[in-house]
């Protein structure tokens, strides 16, 4: 059988580690492919970024990256990520510890509706929120009685950002939770705690690193968004451009060194994002798998 195998031996079992039998040409020819593939799709590009960032030299990096429109969309961007991932946190966890401590009816549905935003196009979603809250919406004629915008202005890319961005921590949560089970939280309920008590005392310790998970990646796609924000912003510079929109205007007006430099910032991002990541999943493994068995399996003992 593949995978490791318990064997008896001294009255104990022990696991053999496994044994790959794939001839040396195969994997050489592999591991060959993943290595190109990630050359040219991955490192190539990033390469690029930076390269034609700096092509005019520091000054004119610094000077891109200091002009008023790309201030205005680094400080709007924040802004909605900084909306948007306490949003999807808190939602997170109730979501998480509705779905993974307790039963009721609609709970798959929930869970269905919790991956909506995977299977539905950004561009989509925001078109969705235009038919909501736009001039010719279905609140367009109340909200504009009421003196309320929300398309085209500020709200509607919160709006936007949120949805695209809340499975993530949900997601994360969700699976961990149900990991560590229930025995904990009824333990501390015989031992009298509260609700609250029991879940910052007891549950969120237990899933802190898959927090930290879920709220990276949240960030990093709240930041990163283009397709749903670009459809509610209405592309008013200095007002409603985020920083990725605000790359596509700088590269559709062939500034090209400009949009390379604003766009090395959102790389900068996504590289810090990817490291986090790494270092928040190790913990998150090492959470549901301690390290202490992973050590006498890779051991053998």
């Known amino acids: 059988m ?33 290595l190109l593939f990630l050359a040219v799709f991955l490192v190539l590009p990033l390469a690029v970024v930076f390269r034609e960032a700096l092509s ?10 200091r002009q008023p429109d790309a201030a205005a969309a680094m400080r709007l961007t924040l ?33 269905t509706l ?21 001039r010719q919406g279905w609140l367009g004629p ?5 003196d309320i915008r929300i398309v085209f202005a500020v709200p509607g890319i919160v709006l936007a950002t949120i ?4 499975p993530f921590v949900a997601r994360e949560i969700i699976p961990l939770m149900e990991a560590t089970g229930t025995e904990e939280e009824e333990a501390a309920r015989v031992l009298g705690a509260g609700g609250l008590t029991t879940f ?18 949240c960030t990093a796609r709240a930041i990163g968004e283009f397709g749903a924000v670009s459809v509610v912003s209405g592309h008013i510079r200095g007002l409603t451009n985020t920083l990725p929109l605000h790359v596509e205007i700088l590269y559709n007006e062939y500034n ?3 949009a390379f430099a604003v766009a090395s910032i959102l790389t900068a991002i996504a590289l810090v994002t990817l490291v986090l990541k790494v270092m928040a999943e190790r913990r998150v493994h090492e959470q549901v798998v301690p390290p202490e068995f992973a050590a006498q399996v890779h051991d053998g003992h």
């Open 2 to 34: 593949a995978g490791g195998v318990a064997a008896t031996h001294g009255g104990g079992t022990r696991a053999r580690k496994p044994h790959l039998t794939e001839p040396r040409w195969l994997r050489i020819l592999l591991i060959t492919t993943v």
């Open 56 to 65: 005019k030299g520091m000054g004119a990096y610094v000077n891109a990256l």
């Open 79 to 111: 802004i909605a990520a900084g909306i948007a991932v306490p949003c999807n946190l808190l939602f997170g966890l109730c979501s998480g510890w509705a779905i993974a401590k307790f039963d009721f009816r609609g709970k798959q549905l929930l869970t």
């Open 114 to 134: 919790i991956d909506l935003p995977f299977a539905v196009s950004p561009v989509i979603a925001g078109l969705v929120f235009v038919l909501l809250f736009g």
């Open 142 to 146: 109340w909200l504009d009685a009421h």
């Open 163 to 166: 949805f695209v961005s809340f």
């Open 200 to 217: 910052f005392k007891v549950t969120l310790p237990n899933i802190k690193w898959g927090v930290m998970y879920g709220v990276i990646l």
């Open 256 to 258: 090209y060194q400009a």
